[in-house]
Nanobody, 124 residues
Framework: QVRLVESGGGLVQTGGSLRLSCVASGGTFSSWPMGWFRQFPGKEREFVASITSSGANQYYAAFVRGRFKISSDNAENTVYLQMNRLRPEDTAVYSC?????????????????WGQGTQITVSS
């Protein structure tokens, strides 16, 4: 059974940085496209960034605008999200997803497994 565990969330001031980690177990991580999504209270998951299984290609939501960077380490079964220049509107629960098949995607429905999420709060 695939298990994803996120860490690295917390409280940060506007303009600050955080690095999220998502460690995967229970499958062949190196064959999975991975993604980061965020969720506001009462809303559906929103795409943030995605990376191909090889790690060679990354894709971002328009609102990221060069502030975030997704990367992966197949040897550590881990995907990262480096978040810089954070804004209060980035406050949300951030979750990683694994897609066991296909290529990268920006749709939450394409991902098969999810972590529990980690809260990011950006104070103004």
């Amino acid at each position: 059974q695939v298990r994803l565990v996120e860490s690295g969330g917390g409280l940060v001031q506007t303009g600050g940085s955080l690095r999220l980690s998502c460690v995967a177990s229970g499958g062949t991580f190196s064959s999975w496209p991975m993604g980061w999504f965020r969720q506001f209270p009462g809303k559906e998951r929103e795409f943030v960034a995605s990376i191909t299984s090889s790690g060679a290609n990354q894709y971002y939501a328009a609102f990221v605008r060069g502030r975030f960077k997704i990367s992966s380490d197949n040897a550590e079964n881990t995907v990262y999200l480096q978040m810089n220049r954070l804004r209060p509107e980035d406050t949300a629960v951030y979750s990683c997803g694994a897609r066991r098949g296909g290529t990268y995607s920006g749709r939450a429905s394409d991902f098969d497994s999810w972590g529990q999420g980690t809260q990011i709060t950006v104070s103004s």
